[in-house]
């Protein structure tokens, strides 16, 4: 089994910026997939951007050159920092994590983004 417990949420205002970060624990494969989804009211959860622990990362278009994941793995932390927040960013964020072929997830932190 795997915990996840992300931190850092809250509100912003538009053009703002802020910092989520997400601690796992438990049984952690060396080899594992991390990072974030978002689900706003309404619509389906999406995906925002994650990062194997080799470094490769897939980020939504829509976050492209605004986000950037980071990821520790000696310590099993990741990170999104999230800049020029735009109000259509209002969602939970949710942590990620993927090993073995099985999802994990975290409780998820709001960020509202105020225009």
């Known amino acids: 089994q795997v915990q996840l417990v992300e931190s850092g949420g809250g509100l912003v205002q538009a053009g703002g910026s802020l910092r989520l970060s997400c601690a796992a624990s438990?049984?952690?494969?060396?080899?594992?997939?991390m990072g974030w989804y978002r689900q706003a009211p309404g619509k389906q959860r999406e995906l925002v951007a994650v990062?194997?622990?080799?470094?490769?990362?897939n980020y939504a278009d829509s976050v492209k050159g605004r986000f950037t994941i980071s990821r520790e793995n000696a310590k099993n932390m990741v990170y999104l920092q999230m800049n020029s927040l735009k109000p259509e960013y209002t969602a939970v964020y949710y942590c990620?994590?993927?090993?073995?072929?099985?999802?994990?997830w975290g409780q998820g932190t709001q960020v509202t983004v105020s225009s």
């Open positions: 990620h994590h993927n090993q073995a072929w099985r999802d994990y």
């Open positions: 990062m194997s622990t080799g470094g490769h990362t």
């Open positions: 438990g049984s952690i494969a060396s080899i594992n997939v």
